[in-house]
């Protein structure tokens, strides 16, 4: 946060700034009437003129202009159009402009209470300064703090759409994809059920589904699937809505035959099949991995699977573990790789089929341990008592035998006494 170090009442500090903007005839009568907020007015509109100032005149005049109208009660009043002025940034005559600009934009921002409406126009301006330099970085911590400013700001849904639109741009312009995805969800979310196949919710939408198709990290299409304006392209954009039901749930076989009968439609709507192909061979060997009931998948059936010889098998395996889609460990010598992790692309009837005949596979096996163990118990403790039992015996009859062998003793030193 900066801090405007100011000393002076407002009359005099108010005098010396107009002074500078050459606005004292303007100003000195609306002084003279104690008008604050018609001089703040005069100041504020003056103000456009200080882009042309050197550096160090701008951020000193701008430091106290921002005091000024801090001090009044209706400060609301002034700061749409003092952002207005800051992001005009091609009226700055210093090359630092934007930076400048920047930090009286953030000074503003900084100064305002967290629920002041104008803190959303403050930030709008600050997003557009933004836009087109490689100051991203310094916008992304505050990103964080969005959803709790939209709450606080209680924007509107048009209100957030052109929101979110700036921080695409923002993002565009400085090549985050991830950020340009993220707030295109976040705006197409805004389109309330009305407006879903409007112009601006399609051009969106295709913005969103395109960014999603190209991308080499981005492999689940459920964001995607489950948006009203994204749905809404089956009936205007066919070709899209097919080509997303592909690589959200289908096969390699599936877009091979979609890219036959659209080659000249994906390429004018630059979809680069290489790139499709590629990740839909991913998609591919996730699907087989995740379908196989033994968790032991043959170098031949992923061969088959993504139409590739078998010596290329290990080359793919590593890019689908590498895309965090399955996690597993590969045998050379047996030509198969062990699934220990897949992740389902979808989940509907045919994945809860598959889940419960591993469940009954689990139960069964479990039966038969539970089988096995409760023989072993059985014969352990049958075992257990047959020994008890010979223990006994042979107890039994020592003891008999030692009774017999006294006796006879006794019997003796009786006969020998006599």
């Not at 005149?57 to 800051?86: D, H, I, K």
């Not at 104008?118 to 911590?141: H, M, W, Y």
């Not at 590969?330 to 389902?344: A, E």
């Not at 045919?350 to 059985?378: C, F, M, P």
Request: with cysteine.
């Amino acid at each position: 946060m900066q801090y405007c170090f100011v000393e002076g009442s407002f009359a005099d500090l108010a005098r010396d700034l107009a002074e500078y903007l050459h606005i004292t005839a303007e100003v000195e009568p609306l002084l003279e009437a104690n008008s604050k907020d018609e001089v703040l007015k005069k100041l504020v509109t003056a103000s456009a003129g200080l882009n042309s100032y050197p550096e160090k005149e701008f951020t000193a005049a701008y430091n106290l202009l921002v005091y000024l109208v801090m001090q009044s009660p209706n400060v609301n009043m002034f700061l749409p159009r003092m952002c207005g002025n800051l992001s005009n940034t091609k009226s700055f005559s210093s090359a630092n402009g934007t930076g400048l600009a920047l930090n009286v934009l953030t000074t503003i921002f900084n100064l305002l209470s967290a629920d002041n409406e104008v803190r959303f126009d403050v930030f709008q301006a600050i997003l557009k300064n933004v836009k087109g330099t490689i100051s991203f970085e310094t916008l992304r911590p505050q990103l964080k703090k969005l959803d709790q400013w939209v709450e606080e700001w209680d924007l509107d849904e048009e209100e957030q759409r052109k929101l979110f639109a700036l921080i695409v741009a923002v993002a565009d312009d400085a090549g985050e994809a991830t950020e340009s995805y993220q707030y295109t969800l976040k705006s197409l979310r805004t389109f309330p059920s009305a407006e879903v196949s409007s112009p601006d919710a399609q051009e969106l939408s295709l913005k969103a589904l395109k960014a999603a198709l190209l991308s080499p990290t981005h492999f689940d299409f459920h964001d995607l699937t489950s948006l009203p304006t994204i749905q809404a392209l089956s009936d205007s954009h066919p070709e899209y809505s097919e080509l997303l039901e592909i690589f959200s749930e289908k096969e390699l076989e599936d877009y091979n035959d979609f890219r036959d009968e659209n080659e000249e439609w994906l390429e004018k709507q630059d979809l680069d099949n290489s790139t499709l192909h590629r990740k839909m061979r991913l998609l591919t060997l996730a699907s087989v991995a995740a379908s196989t009931n033994s968790k032991e998948l043959e170098y031949k059936r992923i061969a088959k699977a993504l139409q590739i010889p078998v010596e290329d098998v290990e080359m793919w395996v590593i890019d689908v573990i590498r895309a965090k889609l399955i996690e597993g460990k590969m045998s050379q010598q047996k030509q198969l790789f062990l699934v220990h992790r897949t992740t389902y692309r979808v989940f509907g009837e045919k994945q809860w089929r598959e889940v419960a005949t591993r469940l009954d596979q689990w139960r069964t096996s479990l039966r038969d341990v539970k089988g096995v163990i409760n023989r072993e118990r059985q014969q352990a403790e049958a075992q257990k008592e047959r020994e008890m039992h010979d223990m006994e015996r042979k107890v039994a009859g020592a003891g008999m035998g030692s009774g017999r062998r006294m006796g006879g003793r006794d019997n003796m030193v009786e006969m020998g006494t006599d």
